[in-house]
């Protein structure tokens, strides 16, 4: 610089220049302290020091952190900024002292400060455009993240809705089990009601038996009527033998009408006594076969029973559990969609318990299936031994049929 090398011969002292120049910088120093701008003169190396690379957001907690990280940053960046705009401008407002080598230190002074201020001006506006990129990048990671978050909420809601359709259908199967079982009980009462009437039947033919036996009796009496009679005409005519020779041929006559009369009857009661020793037998089958009827009726309403109310626990325990497993599954998908607006990070932990619940709701509903076509099988087995029961009944009323012709 060429005011340097003047030289004013009227200096009274040389020597005291250094000291004067020593006395202007710390006088600087000391109204840029009490100012309160940071001090930039002394150190020549001194830089902001950034995050080299911020590495790839994966959580919530990191991208939020990162955030405050730079809002951080750029609030230092501009309080720099504001705070070196401050000292340039009390450094030029500042007026100029007339002695000349006071004049060219602060000359000199400012000089220097202006450029190391344009230095750090030029550092932290780089590194604030270097902030501005990586917030930039990581408004854009966000945005990714929330696309990916909501395409899962998504899914959450789709899996749900596809839960609640699964329990519809199984609520409507539950209704067509409880629907069978109803008929199944009709058809029970049914039976019963059959069987009342065989029973009264059954009375019908033992009055039936009582009535033939009745008949055998009078048959067995005018027997003994007849053998009676026999006696008196044998008597008589033993008494009367002389006067009734002329009658002979005619008693003679009525004693072959009295011996067929006789051995009709016999045959006819010998043709009874096996009738009724053949009814009697058919009784006693009937009988059995009643006993067999009564003793299977008890058993089928028994089991009918025990059946009804082992499937109407089942069915209120199934019911309980689809409740409680809906509800559980509703809480939780609600939980999960507020913790994933709030926590990124535990979406993919939610996701996987919802796929379990999922899985574990149609293993369920695989034994429900199970439980039913099982259901479905013993109703048609109690629909064959009803055919049964009443092939047997048609069978008896056959049989009755018969002992009414006979």
């Known amino acids: 610089m060429p005011l340097r090398k003047r030289k004013s011969p009227e200096r009274p002292a040389s020597s005291k220049s250094p000291e004067i120049s020593r006395s202007h910088v710390n006088s600087i120093k000391e109204r840029t302290s009490s100012v309160g701008l940071p001090s930039v003169i002394p150190n020549s190396t001194r830089r902001v020091s950034f995050a080299p690379n911020l590495p790839s957001m994966k959580t919530s907690q990191d991208i939020g952190d990162s955030r405050i990280s730079l809002k951080t940053l750029l609030n230092a960046i501009k309080t720099m900024e504001g705070r070196l705009e401050g000292k340039i401008e009390i450094l030029a407002s500042r007026p100029l002292i007339n002695d000349e080598s006071p004049n060219f230190l602060k000359r000199d002074s400012v000089k220097s400060i202006l450029e190391r201020s344009k230095e750090e001006l030029s550092r932290t506006v780089k590194c604030r455009n270097a902030a501005l990129k990586e917030s930039q990048k990581l408004k854009e990671d966000l945005e ?4 990916r978050e909501n395409k899962k909420v998504g899914n959450f809601q789709r899996q749900l809705a596809e839960a609640k359709e699964d329990n519809c259908k199984v609520t409507i199967m539950l209704e067509n089990v409880l629907a069978s079982h109803s008929k199944m009980q009709g058809a029970l009462e049914k039976v019963q009601i059959e069987l009342g009437r065989r029973d009264s039947e059954i009375a019908g033919l033992k009055k ?8 055998v009796q009078k048959l067995e009496a005018e027997v003994d009527q007849w053998q009676a009679r026999m006696l008196v005409m044998e008597d008589q005519h033993n008494s009367e033998i002389e006067s009734l020779q002329k009658a002979l041929g005619v008693a003679r006559e009525d004693n072959r009408k009295l011996a067929m009369s006789l051995e009709q009857a016999l045959q006819t009661n010998n043709h009874l006594q096996t009738k009724l020793d053949h009814i009697q037998e058919q ?4 009988e059995l076969e009643r006993q067999n009827l009564e003793t299977f009726k008890d058993r089928m309403t028994e089991e009918s029973k025990v059946e009804a109310e082992l499937h109407a626990e089942h069915i209120e325990a199934l019911r309980k559990q689809f409740q409680t497993e809906r509800e559980t599954a509703k809480k939780v998908a609600q939980r999960e969609v507020a913790e994933l607006k709030k926590a990124l990070d535990e979406a993919n932990f939610r996701s996987v318990e919802v796929y379990r619940t999922n899985r574990e709701l149609r293993q369920k509903l695989a034994e429900l ?8 099988e013993k109703i048609k087995n109690q629909k064959t031994q009803i055919k049964l029961h009443l092939s047997a009944k048609a069978n008896n009323a056959q049989n009755i049929e018969r002992m009414k012709v006979v």
């Open 208 to 215: 039936e038996r009582d009535l033939n036996q009745q008949r």
């Open 369 to 376: 299936e199970k439980i039913l076509e099982s259901n479905k």
């Open 144 to 147: 990714a993240v929330e696309d």
């Open 283 to 286: 009784l006693e089958s009937k």
